[in-house]
Structure formats: structure tokens, C-alpha cells
């Protein structure tokens, strides 16, 4: 997959040459891509943003450098003749889920344009429109300073899907959300420790139990935590 990032703090980016994603990157799965949007500016200051039309606080950003930097990655796409999709991370935006990176994690290319200030000005969002699939997403119902954070957030989420990243393909399987549930407790050896015990249907052996218990767990936690997940995806 190749993932083409464009920011105005490139530097952010480079806890993503560590761990599983970094192990990505160098086996050649994710091939990234690192835009300083800085770079496709002509005037001496490297402005990116100017005050509001219509007024109110805060600066937005301006169009010409990202249409150029689009520009730049959208036309090698091309030559590759894959069909990108353009991520803008925006707290307006759907909220992301682990469907959405399933889906998103079959896709050959992705874009994510990083947002500043008080956000980019909307033409940008509506020319990219025109060049690739658009989507607007959110982590969730609060507010960060930029697209950036929330960028490695969804890049590590889609990146661990890509078969290949993670070693065991199981783990995906069984974890939070993937069956629209959360995941049940975990214990490994030793069996006591500070008076706590392992449950002790864990240490038996017996497989059928053990999984029915384990679902069990998965029901409790999911309606005590988060019960807004029982009335909507699959269950059972
Ligand atoms: Cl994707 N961006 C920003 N700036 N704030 C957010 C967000 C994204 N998701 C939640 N809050």
C-alpha cells in the first residue's frame, strides 16, 4: 500500500519508523510518502493560511499550496493507475471504526491531508473530490489541534490490517471490535501473584468452556462499558 501524507510538521511522522509499522515499511508493504506542505509555497514566509472570509477567529488554510501538493502525489498515482483515497481527518468528519479500516485497509493508495488552524478552506476539499474517493473522518467527539495525531492514528489502525504487518493473523481475529464486542480479560503465568488468581476455568483445559466463558466476558464488559455497542452491529 502506498500512503502519501501532506502536513505542515512532517517531523511528527517519525514515530512511524518504529514498531510494526516501521517492520512495514522497511519489508516494503507500506510505502510512505511525506509531504512538508511548506514546500509548495513561493513567497518568502512560506505562508500556508490566511484570515477567514466572513470573519471569526482563527486562520484557515489556503488553497494553492494544497492544490499543488495534491497535484504532485495525484499525478504518480496516475501513472500507476491506482484510484486514491483522499483522507482529510476532521473533527466534522464520520467517525473512523474498525470497519472503516478494514475497508480502507484493502485500498492501494491513501492520502492524508493534514489540517491546521481552523481548518482548509473547503475548495480544496471539493477539487480533491474530483481526483480521487473523499473522506472526511473523525476520531471522535473532541477536538485536536491538527490532522496529524489523528493521521498516525488511523495509519497505525489500517496499517496492522495489511496482510503481512502483523505476525499473527489470529490476533486480529479475537481482539476488541473486530466482532463488535470488546475483548475479554487476558492471563499468562504465574497462576497467583499478589493474591490475585488466574480464573481457574483458564487453567483447565477444557476448550468448549473456556471459549463460553470468554464470550461471557466479552457480553459482561461490552454492557457494562459500552452498551451503545450491543443496540447496533453484530452480536453473538
Ligand atoms: Cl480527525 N481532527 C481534529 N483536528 N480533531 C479531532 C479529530 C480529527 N478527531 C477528533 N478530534
Not at 467517525?95 to 481548518?119: D, K, M, N, S
Not at 466482532?179 to 488466574?198: I, M, N, Q
Amino acid at each position: 500500500m502506498r500512503i502519501d501524507i501532506v502536513t505542515i510538521f512532517p517531523e511528527f511522522f517519525s514515530v512511524l519508523d518504529v514498531s510494526l509499522l516501521g517492520k512495514a515499511r522497511k519489508a516494503g508493504v507500506i510505502d510512505l510518502g511525506l509531504h512538508d506542505l511548506r514546500d509548495f509555497t513561493y513567497d518568502r514566509h512560506r505562508t500556508v493560511d490566511d484570515t477567514p472570509y466572513g470573519g471569526g477567529a482563527g486562520m484557515v488554510m489556503k488553497p494553492e499550496p494544497w492544490g499543488e501538493a495534491l497535484d504532485s502525489i495525484l499525478y504518480a498515482s496516475e501513472l500507476r493507475k491506482t484510484e486514491p483515497v483522499i483522507i482529510f481527518p476532521s473533527p466534522a468528519g464520520e467517525v473512523f471504526t474498525q470497519a472503516i479500516a478494514q475497508e480502507l485497509a484493502t485500498e492501494q493508495h491513501l492520502v492524508f491531508g493534514c489540517g491546521r488552524y481552523e481548518g482548509i478552506d473547503q475548495r480544496v476539499i471539493d477539487y480533491a473530490a474530483t481526483r480521487g474517493r473523499v473522506r472526511l473522518l473523525s476520531l471522535g467527539d473532541y477536538v485536536l489541534n491538527g490532522g496529524e495525531v489523528a493521521s498516525m492514528v488511523m495509519i497505525e489502525a489500517i496499517g496492522r490490517l495489511i496482510p503481512g504487518v502483523v505476525g499473527n493473523p489470529e490476533s486480529l481475529v479475537e481482539e476488541s471490535h473486530s466482532d463488535g464486542l470488546l475483548e475479554y480479560p487476558s492471563y499468562t503465568k504465574p497462576p497467583a501473584w499478589r493474591g490475585f488468581e488466574v480464573p481457574p476455568i483458564l487453567l483447565g483445559g477444557n476448550h468448549g468452556a473456556i471459549a463460553a466463558w470468554r464470550h461471557e466476558q466479552q457480553l459482561d464488559r461490552t454492557r457494562r462499558v459500552r452498551p451503545d455497542l450491543l443496540d447496533q452491529g453484530p452480536v453473538e
